[in-house]
């Protein structure tokens, strides 16, 4: 099975600062990927499909790219309501597989 | 739009087992694919299986084989995941999700991403 792992596990950063994480396939999934944001005690929200199409509603400051094994979500301008946990997911695939997410907090 | 409803919280001795329903529209009991998410208390999300509804077929994780059964119920539009042998850390909250699926007859895939969920059901397992 393809393992996803997200990098870093956690970073706090300021408001307005640029942040990255990162999701690295174990083998290449071609841009079969999505993120979704999870607040604490609510329901994860998808964010992106496609490793770089911005959902319905997102803020522009959401971005993905990559393809193959290496994906990457950035936030452009880090704001007080994105703390929050950030996951990747695989699809196309008989399974739905997550990374293991990244808390962001805002320093 | 495509909202799922889950059904209440559980709590439930270890090793018994758990039911939990997930009520979709009509549109989306017939044309998706519905996954059983869960997240254990301070713990990331955790892909368990998920099932065809109208054909019943079902794909699992490798980790709950054997001890997952995945259910649907056409006259009512409801999908049921089916937890057995119940451990102290299966004490989790379990979501549904919807996504599209490309059937294949004995397997299917996930062709897309989980874009609606369900709000989750609490289940704890203690004695």
């Known amino acids: 099975d393809i393992q996803m792992t997200q990098s870093p596990s956690s970073l706090s950063a300021y408001v307005g600062d640029r942040v990255t994480i990162t999701c690295r396939a174990s083998?290449?999934?071609?841009?079969?990927l999505a993120w979704f944001q999870q607040k604490p005690g609510k329901v994860p929200n998808l964010l992106i499909y496609?490793?770089?199409t911005l959902q319905s509603g997102v803020p522009s400051r959401f971005s993905g790219s990559g393809s193959g094994t290496d994906f990457t979500l950035t936030i452009s301008s880090l704001q007080p309501e994105d703390v929050a946990t950030y996951y990747c997911q695989r699809y196309n695939s008989t399974l739905l597989t997550f990374g293991g997410g990244t808390r962001v907090e805002v320093k | 739009q495509g909202q799922l409803v889950q059904s209440g919280a559980e709590v439930k001795k270890p090793g018994s087992s758990v039911k939990v329903s997930c009520k979709a529209p009509g549109h989306t009991f017939k044309n998706y694919a519905i996954s059983w998410v869960r997240q254990a208390p301070g713990q990331g999300l955790e892909w368990m299986g998920g099932i065809i509804p109208i054909f019943g077929t079902a794909n699992y994780g490798p980790k709950f084989q054997g001890r997952l059964t995945l259910i649907a119920d056409e006259a009512t539009s409801t999908a049921f995941m089916i937890l057995s042998g119940l451990r102290s850390d299966d004490t989790a909250v379990y979501f549904c999700a919807r996504s599209l699926y490309n059937d294949y007859g004995d397997y299917f895939y996930f062709y897309d991403y989980t874009d609606v969920w369900g709000e989750g059901t609490t289940v704890t397992v203690s004695s």
């Open positions: 083998q290449g999934i071609s841009n079969y």
């Open positions: 496609g490793a770089s």
